[in-house]
Nanobody
Framework: QVQLVESGGGLVQAGGSLRLSCAAS????????MGWYRQAPGKQRELVARITRGGSTNYADSVKGRFTISRDNAKNTVYLQMNSLKPEDTAVYYC?????????WGQGTQVTVSS
């Protein structure tokens, strides 16, 4: 089992910034991918960004150039720096951990961007 604890969501005005954090604990394998997904009301959950333990990253086109994902392997923590936020970024953001056999989700943190 892997436990994911997220923090850093909140309310921000358009153009502002937020930083999300997700700390993983439990049975963490050396080869894993951690990432952030989001789900807006009435929409499907979608990938925002993900990062391998080695530092390779993928981003949704909608956030490229505005969001940056990073991780601290020593702390088993992944971060999402969100800049130039837009109202359409409003969603519940979920941390995700995947290794060769398991897939775990955090409880989600609300991000609301006001216009």
């Amino acid at each position: 089992q892997v436990q994911l604890v997220e923090s850093g969501g909140g309310l921000v005005q358009a153009g502002g910034s937020l930083r999300l954090s997700c700390a993983a604990s439990g049975s963490i394998f050396s080869i894993n991918v951690m990432g952030w997904y989001r789900q807006a009301p009435g929409k499907q959950r979608e990938l925002v960004a993900r990062i391998t333990r080695g530092g390779s990253t993928n981003y949704a086109d909608s956030v490229k150039g505005r969001f940056t994902i990073s991780r601290d392997n020593a702390k088993n923590t992944v971060y999402l720096q969100m800049n130039s936020l837009k109202p359409e970024d409003t969603a519940v953001y979920y941390c995700n951990y995947v290794d060769y056999s398991d897939n775990f989700w955090g409880q989600g943190t609300q991000v609301t961007v006001s216009s």
